[in-house]
Every structure is written in C-alpha cells, then in structure tokens.
C-alpha cells in the first residue's frame, strides 16, 4: 500500500468519532497530504468506498504521474467545480459529509447544501492537519533536505554581507544561493532586518541598507518542493553591545531549555512555558509576544503548535521549530530558531548553525 492510501486509512479511522461517512478536502495542501498529488483547485472526496480527485483538464497528466491509485473526475471545459462535485457526491453513498471548516468558503457550502439535498455537510476542523502534525520518515527526510539547503545559503548570505548592500539584495541573495544548492523555492518571504527593524518579529524587509546597524535578524528557509525549513539567526556586524550580550543570552538560554524540555508525552504548553519562564525572569516578559514554536511540514506554520494554553501531547514524528525571542520597540529584537524533531526517547536538533554571539560576528 502506498503511503498515501496508508494516510487515508488513518483518516477513515478518524470518521466515527467526527459522525462521518465522508470527508470532502478542500484544503490543496491536505489533498497533496492524501494523495501525492501537487497542482491545486483540485478536492478530495474520502469514504469508507474509497476516493477520488476532482479536478479539471489541466492536470489530467499530472493526476496520472503522481497519483496513479487514485480515481479521478475530470470535470470538461464549461462545468462548474459545483456541478462536478454534485455528480460526483451523487454517484456515492455519503449521508453525512465532512467538510473542512478552516478552507470551505461560506459561499461553497451554501450552494452545495443547496445541491445536495440528501447530504448532510458537517463542518470538521483540522482532522487531516491532525495527522499530518506527526511525519514519516520520507516527511523528516524531505524536511531534513530543506534543512540543509538553508543551511548552505545561509553560508553565502554570511559571506555576502556588507553594510551598503540593502535588506532586500541580501535577501534575494539568500534566496538565490538556497536555489543554486538544490532547494526548489523558498519556504516563505525571507526577514532581513537590520537593527531597529529587527524589533518587528514580522519585519517586511526594505530596500534601505543594512547600514551601520549593529546587528541583523535573518529569518529564512527553503523548501525542496514540498516540505519547508524555518529558521533564525542574529548576525552582528560590529562590536558586541553589553545590552545585546544580556538580552542574546536570556533568549539563547530560554531557547536551549525548551529545546531540553522536548520529549515525548510532554504537552507542547508546558515547553512554551519552560521559555516564557526564563524570559520573564530576567524581566523582558512583557517583550515575548508570541508562540514558542510551531510544526512545520508541507505548510510553514502547522500544528502542533508551542503556545500558551496548546494542550497537544508531543508525539514521536513530530518537527517543531523553537524561537523564543525578545522586541525591544526602538532598539531592535532577538530570536534564535531552530527545527527539532521529537524522537522516540527525547528530541534531535535537526538545524546546526552555530548561535553563540561570538560566532555571530561576522567579519
Ligand atoms: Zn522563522
Ligand atoms: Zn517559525
């Protein structure tokens, strides 16, 4: 059995408790999850008879290469994705059919509660992502390859760096460098942000110069096609500042001890607690504002999720990134993120950038 009718079974698995006979995946990155295949505008429907794509002309070819054990429904030129899903959900004997509640438009499930009278549609929340929060081995090994990819960009980027040269040419150039050693894309919009700017965990980076900022945040990470890589570093381009020592240290200490505390059965809320702790006994709490981590996979941000109030049980399979970080308005921020995976008897680091502050300094 391929792996995908394995991850299918699973998910029939999770029917009963959901009441159930059906699932419609209108999410593309669930329907690559459960199938192989990688175009998009293109649903799923799953029943205990078995499933099949329905999708349009331009990925007959594709649906045939990537998944050739999976029915499809190719609705031709001039039908509506509605009236191919309508055929194809009145061909089978689903009564009550899970819809996904985080992508169906309120719009499609109106008309199609309208199309179908005889289907009751029942909104599901997060069943595929559910298990998709847990990777096999083929997952953890493409993940691994992303890894390695932004690892070896990041080595250019370092090179590369000088203080005319602007967020943005150095984040093209990272960019650029991931893609030359094998990476497909980028897993999401590089952050170059140099000094003040790097107090916006979510800094959009701009085309003003690195300058003389005393440090730049670089957060970045490539993907090999599917599945993705996330990660931070600081890099300092002058001297080492006792205010930047004090606060890189609380954060780098904060991240090491959560990163210590991952271990199967341990709920994801508590590793976030074991940082936030940290962080808010040196004084800086108040300057923590978001999650410790979140999983990455196919999405660059997918459960579990490293949070406050998160009550998922860390499972063996399971790749979390973990980045404290401390955004001092005016001054700038730090964060330190690395991916881990959760393994059967504790955790591997599976990033291996260097991150003491001593070799932070570059040149
Ligand atoms: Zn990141
Ligand atoms: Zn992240």
Request: hydrophobic fraction near 40%; glycine fraction near 10%; charged fraction near 25%.
């Amino acid at each position: 059995m391929s792996r995908f009718a394995s991850r299918r079974n699973k998910l029939r698995r999770l029917f009963g408790k959901a009441k159930i006979d059906g699932l419609m995946a209108t999410n593309f990155t669930n329907v690559t999850y459960l199938t192989g295949f990688t175009g998009d505008d293109s649903y799923l429907v799953v029943d205990s008879e078995g499933e099949v794509v329905v999708s349009d002309p331009r990925y007959t070819t594709q649906l045939g290469e990537e998944c050739p054990d999976v029915a499809t429904h190719i609705r031709p030129p001039g039908t509506s994705m509605l009236a191919a899903v309508k055929k194809t959900l009145k061909a089978r004997k689903v009564r009550r059919l899970g819809i996904e509640g985080q992508s169906m438009t309120v719009g499609l499930r109106d008309t199609l509660a309208e199309a179908l009278p005889g289907v009751e549609l029942v909104t599901t929340d997060g069943l595929v992502e559910q298990l998709r929060e847990v990777k096999d081995k083929d997952e953890i090994a493409q993940i691994r390859d992303a890894i390695h990819y932004a690892q070896k960009g990041f080595g250019v980027f370092r090179a590369q760096l000088r203080p005319d040269r602007s967020e943005k040419e150095m984040a093209d150039e990272l960019e650029y460098a991931m893609r030359q050693f094998g990476a497909r894309d980028r897993a999401f919009a590089s952050i170059v942000a140099a000094g003040p700017r790097a107090a916006l965990p979510h800094a959009v980076t701009t085309t003003s110069p690195i300058g003389q900022s005393d440090f730049v945040l670089i957060d970045w990470g490539a993907s090999d096609g599917l599945y993705r890589s996330d990660l931070t570093r600081l890099l300092v381009t002058s001297k080492i500042s006792p205010k930047l020592k004090k606060v890189y240290g609380v954060v780098l200490e904060a991240q090491l001890a959560a990163i210590e505390a991952i271990r199967p059965g341990v709920v994801a809320g508590d590793v976030d607690a074991v940082a936030r702790n940290l962080i808010a006994k040196a004084g800086f709490g108040r300057y923590f504002g978001h999650g410790l981590g979140h999983g990455i996979g196919l999405d660059i941000h997918e459960g579990p999720r490293l949070a406050k109030g998160s009550t998922t049980v860390l499972q063996p399979g399971m790749v979390v990134t973990v980045e404290p970080g401390i955004y001092l308005p005016g001054w700038g921020g730090v964060r330190i993120e690395d991916d881990v995976l959760v393994t059967r008897t504790g955790h591997e680091v599976l990033t291996d950038l260097p991150k003491s502050l001593e070799e932070a300094v570059v040149g």
